[in-house]
Antibody, heavy 117, light 108 residues
Framework: QVQLVESGGGVVQPGRSLRLSCAASGFTFSGYGIHWVRQAPGKGLEWVTI????????YYTDSVKGRFTISRDNSKNMVYLQMNSLRAEDTAMYYC??????????WGQGTLVSVSS | DVQMTQSPSSLSASIGDRVTITCRASQGIRNDLGWYQQKPGKAPKRLIY???SLQSGVPSRFSGSGSGTEFTLTISSLQPEDFATYYCLQHNSYPTLTFGGGTKVEIK
């Protein structure tokens, strides 16, 4: 079955960096775009970024542009989110999500990022 | 940017009630909308895609309707396992996406 497993979350000081990973299995990974969606504690869902199936295109929400970078390794069925210059407002659960024809259809369980001094 | 306004932000209902949640888009988005259910501590789960198509395995008491700027998620007869938070998501502005603010469905 389709599985997306996030890792790499933790507690980090403002201004520091963190890299999240998403391990995919159970489907032809190289055929699907992957998104990251985040949810601050007690808040709603916020779309963060997408990488196309082949890594050729990447898009970001305005608040993370220039600080976050999404990448993927189709040989390893992995997606990464490099987060630099972290801010308190980046504190959230980060979900890796598969896209199917522009719809978000399969979600990972999430990894928690806490930015605090 | 497309903004999604979801209402109400919360509601209280009883088992067996009919529940309706609405999402309004700031501009026409055709039927490029999905509905998601999220239970506490869990990842969201897709219920509806293409505004009205039921995700496989989702009970038929869930239905979606609408096109353009106004969309509705209806639960025809609320069950105990339906108490959760519901979100709409538009992908008309793909590749950027926008969620509604969420509706928390609580037990009356």
């Amino acid at each position: 079955q389709v599985q997306l497993v996030e890792s790499g979350g933790g507690v980090v000081q403002p201004g520091r960096s963190l890299r999240l990973s998403c391990a995919a299995s159970g489907f032809t990974f190289s055929g699907y775009g992957i998104h990251w969606v985040r949810q601050a504690p007690g808040k709603g869902l916020e779309w963060v970024t997408i990488i196309w199936y082949d890594g050729s295109q990447k898009y970001y929400t305005d608040s993370v542009k220039g600080r976050f970078t999404i990448s993927r390794d189709n040989s390893k069925n992995m997606v990464y989110l490099q987060m630099n210059s972290l801010r308190a407002e980046d504190t959230a659960m980060y979900y890796c999500v598969r896209e199917d024809l522009r719809h978000l259809d399969q979600w990972g369980q999430g990894t928690l990022v806490s930015v605090s001094s | 940017d497309v903004q999604m306004t979801q209402s109400p932000s919360s509601l209280s209902a009883s088992i067996g009630d009919r529940v309706t949640i609405t999402c309004r888009a700031s501009q026409g988005i055709r039927n490029d909308l999905g509905w998601y259910q999220q239970k506490p501590g869990k990842a969201p789960k897709r219920l509806i895609y293409g505004a009205s198509s039921l995700q496989s395995g989702v009970p038929s008491r869930f239905s979606g309707s609408g096109s353009g700027t106004e969309f509705t998620l209806t639960i025809s007869s609320l069950q105990p396992e339906d108490f959760a938070t519901y979100y709409c998501l538009q992908h008309n502005s793909y590749p950027t996406l926008t969620f509604g603010g969420g509706t928390k469905v609580e037990i009356k």
